[in-house]
């Protein structure tokens, strides 16, 4: 009876200019399971500016301070950020140890039959992250296929979807070289480990990070997303609503601007043009 008396209650609360969606939303356990707990724990992860540690010692960031705004709206009880390891995102949600991640999770399809993801909250072409005079003159991952010598860093695991897809244009898992985080990534070439970072071109000031960015334009665009449990889909469904209306009345533009994310203009023109996940990888619903 508490159960219904709750969800009844978060209808109330969200049910006003969401239709059909709040309605399907009352049948998802995990909005009874966060009224009871007071609380959502959203799992966060390293990648400045979108999710990190302030100096004090508090998660914080684009995608933070987005989901803070998102689950506002949905009437929903305080956020509680689980800074976790990227290693450990995946088996703390299915471990229940967390209610959903964040965000900067890549949309690909085979991803999409063990979670469900949100709308795209990323957007970008991949890159190489070179030194400065771009020695091997790299002009894209193609060229990193074609000369076996190279080597690229990507962040572990590298056979997620930035390094399938160099693998996909020949480059081989020797020429990889795992790293935790952009930093080390950064790191490893400007230390002479690796002959370029590959990334999608959205870190911020490369310049200042003693980088030059080179856009690979052939590659396809590729989108990070927030990640829920499968059989969280109305939540996810809720959220997606929210968050597509906070990018298109341009909050979540002035959120890139005031951290400092690069790109603002360009990345919130293609995230109004996304509606879901499947729109990146068809079989994400």
């Known amino acids: ?42 799992g966060v992860a390293p990648s400045p500016p979108y999710m990190m540690l302030s100096p004090s010692g508090e998660a914080t960031g684009v995608a933070v301070e987005m989901n803070r705004l998102i689950l506002k709206a949905m009437g929903l009880p305080k956020m509680t950020p689980v800074f976790l390891e990227w290693s450990a995102v995946f088996p703390a949600l299915d ?18 039959q063990k979670m469900a993801l949100s709308t795209p909250m990323t957007a970008a072409h991949l890159a190489l992250f070179v030194l400065p005079n771009n020695p091997k003159q790299l002009t894209s991952i193609d060229d990193v296929a074609r000369n076996p010598s190279l080597k690229i860093s990507v962040v572990q695991p590298y056979n997620s979807a930035y390094g399938l897809y160099a693998k996909s244009l020949g480059v081989t898992w020797d020429q990889m070289v795992g790293v935790p985080e952009h930093q080390a990534g950064i ?10 970072y590959l990334a999608a071109a959205q870190i911020p000031d490369p310049e200042k990070n003693g980088v030059k960015l080179v856009v690979d334009e052939k590659s396809p665009i590729f989108a990070n997303a927030a990640a829920f449990r499968i059989e969280n889909k109305a939540f996810r469904d809720a959220y997606n609503e929210h968050a597509l209306r906070l990018i298109k009345d341009g909050t979540y533009k002035q959120l890139w601007e005031k951290f400092g994310a690069p790109y603002a203009d360009v990345t919130n023109k293609l995230l109004t043009s996304f509606s879901s996940a499947g729109d990146i990888a068809p079989a994400c619903k």
């Open 1 to 42: 009876m508490r159960a219904k008396q709750l969800a009844l209650s978060l209808f109330l609360t969200v049910g006003v200019g969401s239709g059909a969606t709040a309605i399907a939303a009352q049948d998802d356990p995990l909005f009874v399971k966060i009224r009871e707990a007071g609380e959502v724990r959203v």
């Open 187 to 196: 790191a490893s070439v400007l230390g002479g480990r690796t002959d370029a």
């Open 95 to 112: 471990a229940r140890q967390i209610d959903y991640v964040g965000g900067q999770i890549n949309i690909v399809d085979d991803r999409c």
